[in-house]
C-alpha cells in the first residue's frame, strides 16, 4: 500500500501539502492544494496526517501503570495541574512506556481535533494515523532542531518536548526556550530552511550556542516525511479517536435501523417456521382422515391408503362420474321423445362406449321410423336402428344412439 504524508494548514483549513512516499522522500514531490484535490491521491493509499502543533501541547507524565487502559484513565488527572482547560474537554494521546513508568504525552482540546476530522471526511479522506507535526521535525542527541515554514516554525527541543510558534516570535519564543532550559542547554541548534521559501532567513543576532544553518532542496514537508518515525511519534488516533471508534461512531446511526431490519429478518423466518410446521400438521391429519376413510370403504384393505392407491381410486371415480354424465346426458335429450312414442315398451337400456343402446316394442315399423325422425331432429341426436323384426303385429328393434359430433 502507497503512503501519503498530508501536512495540513493551521490557517487555511481547506488547504494543505501532500507527498506521495517513494525511494527518495528527501526529493519527492510536494505538492499543494485544497483538501478535495489531495483526497485523488489518498485514494487506496495509507495516509499519515501531520496535524499542526500550534493546537497541540507535548508533555510528559510518570503513571503508576503499564496497562494502556488504565493508563488512559489516569493521564488526565495527572496532568491536570498542568494545563488550563478542563480535562473534560481534552483529548490525550500517548506512547506506551518503553522503560520505565514514564510516557510522552500529546494533548489537543477535543473540539479542535473534531473540526480537524470533520474538515477531512468532508473531502473524502479517511486518516490511518495523525500526529503533531513537531513529533516529525528532526530530532538528534543534543541539539536542538528549528524548521522554518511560511505559516509557521516548528521547535523540537527532544523526543517529546517541543512547539510550533508563528514567525514573528520565532526568535523571542528560542531565546526564551533557552533562558528556561540555562540548566541543559543543547550543544548546537540546527536551523533548517528551504531553498525555494519566499520568506527572509530568521536573525538570530547573538543567541548562543552557534546556529548552524541547513538549506532544504525540497520542502518542508519532505523533512518531515524522512524524520517521521512511527515508533515514537504519538498517534493522536487512539481512545475515541481509535479507528475502530471511528467506525463505530459512523455506523452507530444505523445500528437501530439494522436492529429492526434483523429483527424483521428473524420474526420472518419464524414466521415461516410455523408456517410450515401448520403445513405439515394439516397434511398429517388429512393423511389420518384418507386412512380412516378407505378403511371404512375397504374394510377389507390390509395397511394404510397410499398416496398411489387413493390417486388412483379418484381417478376410477372420476371416470365413472365422467361416463354418468355421458349416460344423463343422452337420456335427457332422448327422454322426452320416447316418453311422446304411443304403445312404447323399453325392455332394456344400456350405455357403452358414449352410445346408449336401447331394445324396445313399438306397434309397427311406421311408429318406429317417426321414433328415429323425431329423435334425430328434435333431439339433435344420431340414431342407428341395429337390428328390427315383426311379430304379432308388433315390431321389436335395437337402437344406438349418439350425441352428434
Not at 312 to 337: I, M, V
Request: aromatic share 4%.
Amino acid at each position: 500500500m502507497a503512503t501519503l504524508f498530508l501536512h495540513l494548514n493551521a490557517e487555511r483549513r481547506d488547504e494543505a501539502e501532500w507527498l506521495s512516499l517513494d525511494d527518495d522522500i528527501g526529493m519527492a514531490t510536494v505538492r499543494h492544494g485544497p483538501l478535495s484535490l489531495a483526497a485523488n491521491d489518498a485514494k487506496g493509499a495509507r495516509v499519515i496526517v501531520l496535524l499542526p502543533g500550534v493546537d497541540i501541547t507535548l508533555t510528559d507524565a510518570v503513571v503508576p501503570t503499564r496497562n494502556s487502559q488504565r493508563i488512559a484513565k489516569v493521564l488526565p488527572y495527572l496532568l491536570e495541574e498542568r494545563l488550563a482547560s478542563d480535562v473534560e474537554d481534552l483529548h490525550f494521546a500517548f506512547n506506551k512506556p518503553a522503560t520505565g513508568n514514564s510516557v510522552n504525552v500529546a494533548v489537543i482540546a477535543r473540539q479542535t481535533l473534531d473540526d480537524w476530522l470533520q474538515c477531512l471526511q468532508d473531502a473524502g479522506i479517511r486518516p490511518h494515523i495523525m500526529v503533531p507535526d513537531i513529533c516529525a521535525a528532526p530530532c538528534l542527541e543534543g541539539s536542538w532542531s528549528l524548521v522554518d515554514g511560511a505559516d509557521s516554525v516548528l521547535l523540537r527541543m527532544g523526543q517529546n518536548n517541543g512547539l510550533a510558534v508563528d514567525r514573528d516570535v520565532a526568535v523571542e519564543t528560542l531565546r526564551l526556550s533557552l533562558t528556561l532550559m540555562a540548566q541543559t542547554p543543547p550543544e548546537h541548534i540546527v536551523y533548517y530552511r528551504c531553498e525555494g521559501d519566499e520568506v527572509d532567513t530568521l536573525d538570530f543576532a547573538d543567541l548562543a550556542p552557534e546556529i548552524d544553518v541547513e538549506v532544504l532542496a525540497g520542502k518542508r514537508l519532505n523533512l518531515l516525511a524522512k524524520h517521521y518515525h512511527p515508533e515514537t511519534a504519538i498517534n493522536l488516533l487512539q481512545g475515541d479517536y481509535g479507528r475502530h471508534e471511528q467506525l463505530s461512531k459512523r455506523f452507530r446511526p444505523w445500528r437501530v435501523t439494522a436492529g429492526i431490519a434483523a429483527l424483521c429478518l428473524i420474526l420472518f423466518g419464524a414466521l415461516k417456521a410455523f408456517h410450515h410446521m401448520d403445513l405439515t400438521r394439516q397434511s398429517e391429519q388429512l393423511t389420518a382422515q384418507v386412512d380412516a376413510v378407505y378403511q371404512r370403504i375397504f374394510p377389507q384393505a390390509t395397511g394404510v391408503a397410499s398416496k398411489e392407491r387413493v390417486q388412483s381410486l379418484l381417478k376410477k371415480l372420476s371416470n365413472t362420474k365422467r361416463s354418468s354424465d355421458g349416460f344423463l346426458e343422452l337420456l335427457a335429450k332422448a327422454g322426452g321423445e320416447l316418453k311422446n312414442t304411443t304403445a312404447l315398451e323399453i325392455s332394456r337400456i344400456s350405455y357403452n362406449n358414449g352410445a346408449l343402446n336401447i331394445a324396445l316394442t313399438l306397434d309397427g315399423l311406421q311408429s318406429l321410423d317417426d321414433l328415429k325422425t323425431r329423435l334425430t331432429k328434435g333431439g339433435g341426436l344420431s340414431v342407428e336402428i341395429q337390428s328390427a323384426s315383426s311379430r304379432n303385429n308388433k315390431v321389436e328393434a335395437r337402437l344406438q344412439i349418439t350425441g352428434e359430433h
